[in-house]
């Protein structure tokens, strides 16, 4: 009795990381229920309590659906509804981190990102966006309808019914809730708007002093192909722009003694003019570079309403269509990184922190008290300081993760453009109805962060890009270092007009697009950001559409699997040039005069590419590593633009010399010297030069679970692309959705992203579409003009019903 006792315990009983096993087990709550067929009925009917009337879901091949609703509210329903159904636990499980709520579930060991996601004002910031939300009649009963859709799924399971994930992580789906529409919202911001370099920049600012600073980080790049074309006039007369505050001039003239931006990361669209394509009509494409999982971030659906006919993805846990198409329109983004988010010094009266100086007097802290639950243990009370500004994220060392978040200044306050109240969702309300171009540039005034180039084509025959967003009135170089949070001439001044945001509709060259390059050149009267990612992406780009006459979709879609390496056609050349064959042994020359004959496509089977990409990465580390690799003081690194910069035409200068060893080192020095390292560690790691030096096998591409789920992701992917080309495709980063829309009388769309449109590993439906996506095809996107219109690619229909 007792050893059955014990085993019954046992079972019931979580231990660690492993589910209670009995309940995991079970045959009829357990993972056998997660188990799909993909055979699905022909025929299923729903009765939903809050439908206000009948909505008829057409499932396709790919189980993707399409919504018709006889109103906006039961549009929205079911959209929250279906979405739940697919994807419960990825919805819940953004959301919770978002909201700095993982310890509830996982235990003490997600304490520090909760503490940093509230410490960085997440909630704070939801809070206020939903307040700009609700009011909005139309965005609120976009949020209230979806979220009680949700709901309506949540409360139709069963223990048996809940998705995998939950059952290994042994906890259960609560109520969504109006403001986890909105964590979605921040959690994009983070991802996109999040970053910060001020506090490497500042610290190399106190090491290096301003005129080094200045030389390394240029406002305007060395290579430079903005996306509003160079010497477009505009046509607006600007306000006046704030004057730097004397804190920020001294230091930049005095002689000072002495989450970082990843680059080669991004994403790229365009459109192209009528003029140059077989139809006569624009073309779009868009593939937005993100975190690649499973399941993916996207959710593929079509939404129609007496109001709209709409086609594209949308963010699980959100109303609306994100990116995507209508009868008239259609649209794509990608990230215009603005500076949106900036660092201010905050001078304490004494050290209880109730007090700070602002504007020549001391002001009240505010105190925002978050309340952290914690599985297995006491909830964490966390308090948090507010100023003027915002919150201090790290109000002292101690508070600080070690070996964590190094790139945020202990004792500053953060001003973050996600912390304002905002209204993105009637952009998408908008966007998604939009007919013209002026019910675009409309659109557009509502989005505020984060900031995003909206490409958009028409079947007018117009096409436009614009990057928008709420973009703060700033001076010159305003938050490239930690500003004096005591001054209000550091403050934000105010908003740039949105009908002032760099725009170009129809522009000669016959096309537009961007690759999160600089949005304008130096003629833009208003400062947006200094440094932006490098242009190898965007010239490509043009590059390939400059000379493109009679283009298809084919055309399009081959372009977004381009390889061809810009930084290689820029460097390359020089550093073959610096290198000492003489020097060289057999299998040093064997590399040699592959990386030579190389082609400069980063494509799978490359030995060259593997060459080429360690080669640089070892010359650009070994160039700044001596000086800017320093444990103890976080140091901002300069851009692969600056470096190139350097070796082309600044070959004996002195960034190049290591200041440990006697002698002086050049350009030529360091590029020998990474060479040979590069290729004895190739030769050491891989053998011979062969299959295990393509770069398909060299470089490390995968898709793993959202969780990290061993077994639920793909392993390494065999495949070309990396970050600098078109196909930006490195580690687990990479084109989330690729679209390609055809417009005209009757607008085609295709594309595919990564995975399935399930969320649940034991569906056919979880991963469906990675093989379509790996090979670069795409699919046709089903567009139906009504719930009627046949088609034999529909394979089922559910009919929800007011209960």
């Given at each position: 009795m007792?050893i059955?006792?014990?085993?019954?315990?046992?079972?019931?009983?979580?231990?660690g990381d492993i589910p209670p096993?009995g309940a995991?087990?079970?045959p009829s709550?357990g993972f056998?229920q997660?188990?799909?067929s993909?055979?699905?009925?022909?025929?299923?009917?729903?009765?939903?309590?809050?439908?206000q009337?009948?909505?008829?879901?057409?499932?396709?091949?790919?189980?993707?659906p399409?919504i018709?609703a006889?109103n906006?509210?039961?549009l929205y329903y079911?959209q929250g509804?279906?979405t739940?159904r697919?994807?419960?636990w990825?919805m819940?499980?953004?959301t919770?981190?978002?909201a700095?709520?993982l310890?509830?579930i996982?235990?003490?060991?997600?304490l520090d990102?909760?503490?940093?996601?509230?410490r960085?004002?997440m909630?704070y910031?939801?809070?206020?966006?939903?307040?700009?939300v609700?009011?909005?009649p139309?965005?609120?009963m976009?949020?209230l309808?979806?979220?009680?859709?949700?709901?309506?799924?949540?409360?139709s399971l069963g223990?048996?019914?809940?998705?995998i994930?939950?059952k290994?992580l042994?906890?259960?789906?609560e109520?969504?809730?109006?403001?986890n529409?909105?964590f979605?919202?921040?959690?994009?911001?983070?991802?996109l708007?999040?970053?910060s370099?001020q506090?490497?920049m500042?610290?190399?600012?106190k090491?290096?002093g301003?005129?080094?600073v200045n030389?390394?980080?240029p406002?305007?790049?060395?290579?430079?192909d903005?996306?509003?074309?160079a010497?477009?006039k505009?046509?607006?007369?600007p306000?006046p722009?704030?004057?730097?505050?004397?804190?920020?001039n001294a230091?930049m003239t005095?002689s000072i003694?002495?989450?970082?931006?990843m680059?080669?990361i991004?994403?790229?669209?365009?459109?192209?003019?009528?003029?140059k394509t077989?139809?006569g009509y624009?073309?779009l494409?868009?593939?937005?570079?993100?975190?690649?999982t499973?399941?993916?971030?996207?959710?593929?659906l079509q939404?129609?309403?007496p109001?709209?006919?709409v086609?594209?993805?949308?963010?699980p846990g959100?109303?609306?269509?994100?990116?995507g198409f209508?009868?008239k329109?259609?649209?794509?983004l990608?990230n215009?990184?603005a500076?949106v988010l900036?660092?201010y010094q905050?001078k304490?009266k004494?050290?209880?922190?109730?007090?700070y100086?602002?504007?020549?007097?001391w002001?009240k802290?505010?105190?925002r008290?978050e309340?952290?639950?914690?599985?297995?243990g006491?909830?964490?009370i966390?308090?948090v300081?507010?100023?003027?500004?915002?919150?201090?994220v790290?109000?002292n060392?101690?508070?600080?993760?070690k070996?964590?978040?190094?790139n945020?200044?202990v004792?500053d306050?953060?001003?973050?453009?996600a912390h304002?109240?905002s209204d993105e969702?009637?952009c998408?309300?908008?966007?998604?109805r939009g007919?013209n171009y002026d019910?675009?540039?409309?659109?557009?005034?509502?989005f505020?962060?984060?900031?995003q180039?909206?490409?958009?084509a028409?079947?007018?025959?117009d096409i436009?890009?614009?990057?928008n967003?709420?973009f703060?009135?700033?001076?010159?170089?305003?938050g490239?270092?930690?500003m004096?949070?005591s001054d209000?001439?550091?403050?934000?001044q105010?908003w740039i007009?949105a009908?002032?945001?760099?725009?170009?509709k129809?522009p000669?060259?016959g096309?537009v697009?961007?690759?999160?390059?600089?949005?304008t050149?130096?003629?833009y009267?208003?400062?947006?950001?200094?440094r932006?990612d490098?242009y190898y992406?965007?010239?490509?780009?043009?590059?390939k559409?400059?000379p493109m006459h009679n283009a298809?979709i084919d055309?399009?879609?081959?372009?977004?699997?381009d390889?061809?390496?810009?930084?290689a056609?820029?460097?390359?050349p020089a550093?073959?040039k610096?290198?000492?064959?003489t020097?060289?042994?057999?299998?040093?020359?064997?590399?040699?005069?592959?990386?030579?004959?190389?082609d400069k496509h980063?494509?799978?089977n490359?030995?060259g590419?593997?060459i080429?990409?360690?080669?640089?990465r070892?010359?650009?580390?070994?160039?700044w590593?001596t000086?800017f690799?320093?444990k103890?003081?976080?140091?901002k690194?300069?851009?692969y633009?600056r470096t190139?910069?350097l070796?082309l035409?600044?070959p004996?200068?002195k960034?190049f010399?290591?200041?440990?060893?006697?002698q002086k080192?050049?350009?030529?020095?360091?590029?020998?010297?990474a060479?040979?390292?590069?290729?004895?560690n190739?030769?050491h790691?891989?053998g011979?030069?062969?299959?295990?030096w393509?770069w398909?096998?060299?470089?490390?591409?995968f898709i793993?679970?959202?969780?990290?789920l061993?077994?639920f992701g793909?392993?390494q992917?065999f495949?070309?692309?990396?970050?600098g080309?078109i196909n930006?495709?490195?580690d687990?980063?990479g084109?989330s959705w690729?679209?390609v829309v055809q417009?005209g009388?009757?607008?085609k769309?295709?594309?595919v992203f990564p995975g399935?449109e399930?969320g649940n590993?034991?569906s056919f439906?979880?991963n469906?579409?990675?093989?379509?996506w790996?090979?670069?095809k795409l699919?046709?996107l089903l567009f139906?003009?009504?719930?009627?219109e046949?088609s034999?690619?529909?394979k089922?229909?559910?009919?929800?019903t007011k209960?």
């Amino acid at each position: 009795m007792l050893i059955t006792g014990a085993l019954i315990w046992a079972l019931d009983t979580k231990f660690g990381d492993i589910p209670p096993i009995g309940a995991f087990l079970n045959p009829s709550t357990g993972f056998w229920q997660n188990a799909e067929s993909k055979n699905i009925l022909p025929t299923e009917d729903l009765q939903l309590k809050g439908l206000q009337d009948k909505v008829i879901i057409k499932y396709d091949e790919h189980r993707i659906p399409h919504i018709f609703a006889q109103n906006d509210h039961d549009l929205y329903y079911a959209q929250g509804f279906l979405t739940a159904r697919d994807r419960l636990w990825e919805m819940d499980i953004q959301t919770r981190s978002a909201a700095g709520r993982l310890a509830e579930i996982v235990g003490p060991k997600a304490l520090d990102i909760d503490r940093y996601h509230r410490r960085m004002g997440m909630v704070y910031g939801a809070e206020n966006s939903l307040r700009g939300v609700m009011k909005n009649p139309v965005s609120k009963m976009m949020v209230l309808a979806y979220t009680d859709g949700v709901n309506g799924y949540i409360h139709s399971l069963g223990q048996k019914d809940y998705p995998i994930e939950f059952k290994l992580l042994n906890y259960a789906p609560e109520d969504w809730q109006p403001i986890n529409c909105i964590f979605l919202l921040k959690l994009m911001s983070e991802t996109l708007a999040g970053g910060s370099d001020q506090f490497g920049m500042t610290n190399d600012l106190k090491r290096f002093g301003a005129k080094d600073v200045n030389d390394l980080f240029p406002d305007y790049p060395f290579h430079e192909d903005p996306i509003i074309p160079a010497g477009t006039k505009w046509n607006f007369k600007p306000l006046p722009i704030p004057k730097p505050s004397a804190g920020f001039n001294a230091q930049m003239t005095e002689s000072i003694h002495t989450k970082e931006i990843m680059p080669g990361i991004g994403s790229n669209n365009w459109a192209f003019s009528g003029s140059k394509t077989a139809s006569g009509y624009p073309i779009l494409a868009n593939d937005p570079h993100l975190n690649l999982t499973f399941p993916s971030i996207w959710y593929q659906l079509q939404l129609s309403s007496p109001t709209v006919n709409v086609c594209g993805v949308s963010l699980p846990g959100a109303p609306g269509v994100v990116i995507g198409f209508n009868q008239k329109i259609s649209w794509g983004l990608t990230n215009v990184d603005a500076d949106v988010l900036d660092w201010y010094q905050i001078k304490f009266k004494d050290s209880q922190k109730n007090e700070y100086w602002y504007n020549n007097q001391w002001n009240k802290v505010k105190k925002r008290v978050e309340v952290i639950k914690v599985l297995g243990g006491q909830p964490v009370i966390d308090t948090v300081l507010y100023t003027v500004h915002g919150p201090v994220v790290y109000a002292n060392a101690a508070e600080q993760p070690k070996g964590h978040h190094s790139n945020i200044p202990v004792g500053d306050a953060l001003r973050w453009i996600a912390h304002d109240e905002s209204d993105e969702l009637m952009c998408l309300y908008l966007l998604n109805r939009g007919k013209n171009y002026d019910d675009y540039r409309k659109a557009l005034t509502y989005f505020t962060a984060p900031a995003q180039n909206f490409i958009f084509a028409s079947s007018d025959k117009d096409i436009a890009i614009t990057p928008n967003g709420k973009f703060p009135l700033k001076y010159k170089d305003q938050g490239k270092f930690i500003m004096d949070g005591s001054d209000p001439a550091n403050d934000w001044q105010g908003w740039i007009p949105a009908d002032q945001n760099p725009t170009v509709k129809n522009p000669p060259p016959g096309f537009v697009h961007s690759a999160n390059e600089p949005p304008t050149d130096a003629s833009y009267p208003y400062y947006i950001n200094w440094r932006y990612d490098q242009y190898y992406r965007s010239k490509r780009i043009a590059d390939k559409l400059t000379p493109m006459h009679n283009a298809t979709i084919d055309s399009m879609r081959v372009m977004q699997l381009d390889n061809y390496s810009i930084l290689a056609q820029d460097i390359l050349p020089a550093m073959l040039k610096y290198l000492d064959t003489t020097k060289l042994h057999a299998d040093q020359l064997n590399a040699y005069d592959i990386v030579k004959t190389w082609d400069k496509h980063y494509a799978a089977n490359a030995m060259g590419a593997s060459i080429f990409n360690k080669w640089w990465r070892q010359l650009y580390d070994t160039t700044w590593s001596t000086r800017f690799n320093n444990k103890s003081v976080y140091l901002k690194t300069p851009s692969y633009d600056r470096t190139e910069k350097l070796i082309l035409t600044e070959p004996n200068s002195k960034w190049f010399d290591n200041p440990a060893t006697p002698q002086k080192e050049t350009c030529a020095d360091v590029v020998n010297a990474a060479f040979i390292t590069v290729v004895n560690n190739m030769l050491h790691n891989y053998g011979k030069p062969g299959e295990k030096w393509e770069w398909g096998n060299v470089k490390d591409t995968f898709i793993d679970h959202l969780a990290g789920l061993p077994g639920f992701g793909t392993g390494q992917i065999f495949t070309g692309g990396t970050g600098g080309v078109i196909n930006a495709l490195r580690d687990n980063n990479g084109p989330s959705w690729r679209m390609v829309v055809q417009m005209g009388p009757t607008v085609k769309g295709y594309g595919v992203f990564p995975g399935g449109e399930s969320g649940n590993p034991g569906s056919f439906f979880y991963n469906d579409m990675f093989t379509t996506w790996r090979d670069g095809k795409l699919n046709e996107l089903l567009f139906l003009n009504s719930a009627g219109e046949d088609s034999k690619r529909i394979k089922s229909t559910l009919t929800l019903t007011k209960k």
